[in-house]
């Protein structure tokens, strides 16, 4: 659940945050991914709208990518292109952050499966 009304979608983002491994880190470098989330909604006090970033804190990051809850629907997912970070990644940290509620009104969803892949461009 979230109250945040801005939270930043940069660095440790606002809402909740998961630290990537620094081996993902060094493996998606530079290169367009794709993130998935799949939430369900909750039982009592479900979220309209939920969203999602990617963030490098060194080298920047997604922004907030705001998905509505429609009945039967998910499985949300959107690209980005990572910036190439320093080669020794000592300062890097990435995040993905999930923002519960965009109307900060302390409703949520239930977050079952989060994926980071590469896209392979053909």
């Avoid at 909740?16 to 493996?27: N, R, T, Y």
């Avoid at 990617?54 to 080298?59: G, N, P, R």
């Amino acid at each position: 659940t979230s109250r945040a009304v801005l939270p930043k979608a940069e660095g440790r983002t606002g809402g909740v945050s998961l630290k990537l491994p620094l081996e993902i880190e060094q493996a998606v470098s530079g290169k367009l991914i794709e993130v998935t989330v799949e939430v369900e909604p909750l039982a009592s006090n479900a979220a309209g709208q939920f969203a999602i970033a990617y963030s490098t804190t060194a080298v920047g990051g997604s922004g907030w990518h705001k998905f509505d809850l429609n009945e039967g629907e998910r499985v949300f997912s959107f690209r980005y292109q990572v910036p190439e970070q320093k080669d020794d990644h000592s300062s890097a940290k990435n995040f993905i952050g999930i923002w519960a509620d965009t109307n900060g009104g302390g409703a949520g969803v239930l977050v079952k499966d989060v994926s980071v892949k590469i896209v392979r461009r053909s």
